[in-house]
């Protein structure tokens, strides 16, 4: 059983930066041909939106959403079996309750919930003045 513990969220002021931390245990390695892990947010009143996610084999192939890109970046340390989503220049919009979610389904790009099967509990990001 795959499981994720996400970690960093905090109060930030704009323009500010976080690394949000995401443990993964429950697979033999965190490379893997077989796995992609993803960073999701929900924001209040707003539905879940997929924001990066990252494939676990050794290309390690990146996606972005349009509305993060230049400002978050999504990496991993196999060692740690942990994976991060660095997010600089904060926005307000950027409150939200963030997830990290694994999937083994081969579809994981754009990252979308349904084809996730196993997440975090969240941590939350406010950002304010």
């Known amino acids: 059983q795959v499981q994720l513990v996400e970690s960093g969220g905090g109060l930030v002021q704009p323009g500010g930066s976080l690394r949000l931390s995401c443990a993964v245990s429950?697979?033999?390695?965190?490379?893997?041909?077989?796995?992609?892990i993803g960073w999701f947010r929900q924001a209040p009143g707003k539905e879940r939106e997929g924001v990066s996610c990252m494939s676990m084999n050794e290309g390690s192939t990146t996606y972005y959403t349009d509305s993060v890109k230049g400002r978050f970046i999504i990496s991993r340390d196999n060692a740690k079996n942990t994976v991060y989503l660095q997010i600089h220049s904060l926005e307000l919009e950027d409150t939200a309750v963030y997830y990290c979610?694994?999937?083994?389904?081969?579809?994981?790009?754009?990252?979308?919930?349904?084809?996730?099967?196993?997440w975090g509990q969240g941590t939350q990001v406010t950002v304010s003045s």
């Open positions: 979610a694994a999937t083994s389904s081969g579809r994981w790009a754009p990252p979308a919930s349904i084809d996730y099967a196993y």
């Open positions: 429950g697979l033999r390695s965190l490379r893997s041909d077989d796995y992609a």
